[in-house]
C-alpha cells in the first residue's frame, strides 16, 4: 500500500522538474522596438515665420542651424530679418545670435525645449524724406523661452517657440523717427513667437 503514495510523488516531482526546466528553455519575450524619431539625429537646418510685439512690432523669418553633443544639451545659431512699424520711415531690423537648450522629451515624438541666449540686431532706419539722413543702430539683447517640436517621421520636425527679449540700444525715438541717436543705452522688451520646419542630418 505504501508504494502506491510513493509512486505518486516520484510523478509528482519528475513532471514539476520538466516544467521549470521548459520554462528556462523557452525564449524571453522580445521588448517591443523603440520608436524612432527626427529626435535620434544630431545635426539639423531648418527655417521659420517670426514676429514679436512690445516696445515695437515687427514681422518677418529667419534659418537656423543645430547641434545637439549631448543628450541634455543642444546649441543653435541663427540669424533673422524684420520689417518693423515705425511711424514716418523704414525699418529693417537683422538678428543673429545663440541659443542654448535642455531638449525634455514627453513621448517620443514630442518634446519641450527651455531655452536662453544672447543676440545682437543691426538695426536700419531710413526716412521717407527725400535725402534725410539714416538713423542706424546695433542693439544686443538676452532672451529666455520655451519651445515645443513634434517629429514628422525619422527626418523633420516642427516647431512653436515663444520667447521674451531685453535691449539695449540707443533712443531714436525722442524727435519722432529722429536720424540722431541719443548717446545713452536705453532698454526695449519683446515678446517674439517662431513657428518653422527642421530637417534633421546624421546618424
Known amino acids: 500500500m505504501r508504494v502506491l503514495p510513493i509512486a505518486l510523488l516520484s510523478c509528482c516531482l519528475v513532471l514539476g522538474s520538466l516544467s521549470v526546466a521548459s520554462a528556462q528553455d523557452a525564449p524571453a519575450p522580445a521588448a517591443a522596438p523603440r520608436i524612432q524619431t527626427a529626435f535620434d539625429r544630431p545635426f539639423a537646418l531648418g527655417v521659420y515665420a517670426s514676429g514679436w510685439l512690445g ?31 515705425w511711424p514716418g520711415a523704414i525699418r529693417h531690423d ?13 513621448v517620443p ?12 540686431v543691426f538695426s536700419m532706419i531710413e526716412s521717407n524724406e527725400a535725402h534725410a539722413p539714416r538713423a542706424d543702430d ?14 514628422l517621421g525619422t527626418w523633420a520636425s516642427v516647431f512653436f517657440d515663444v520667447q521674451a527679449t531685453a535691449w539695449m540700444g540707443h533712443d531714436r525715438t525722442a524727435h519722432g523717427w529722429t536720424a540722431n541717436l541719443g548717446g545713452d543705452y536705453v532698454p526695449y522688451g519683446t515678446v517674439q513667437g517662431l513657428l518653422g520646419v527642421m530637417v534633421h542630418l546624421g546618424d
Open 55 to 85: 516696445a515695437y512690432a515687427a514681422i518677418g523669418g529667419g534659418a537656423r542651424a543645430r547641434w545637439e553633443p549631448f543628450d541634455l544639451l543642444g546649441i543653435e545659431v541663427f540669424g533673422e530679418g524684420h520689417a518693423v512699424e
Open 94 to 106: 537683422h538678428q543673429i545670435g545663440f541659443n542654448l537648450y535642455v531638449p525634455i522629451t514627453l
Open 109 to 120: 515624438e514630442v518634446r519641450l525645449r527651455p531655452l536662453f541666449g544672447f543676440c545682437a
Open 138 to 151: 546695433v542693439l544686443f539683447g538676452a532672451h529666455a523661452g520655451l519651445g515645443i517640436e513634434w517629429s
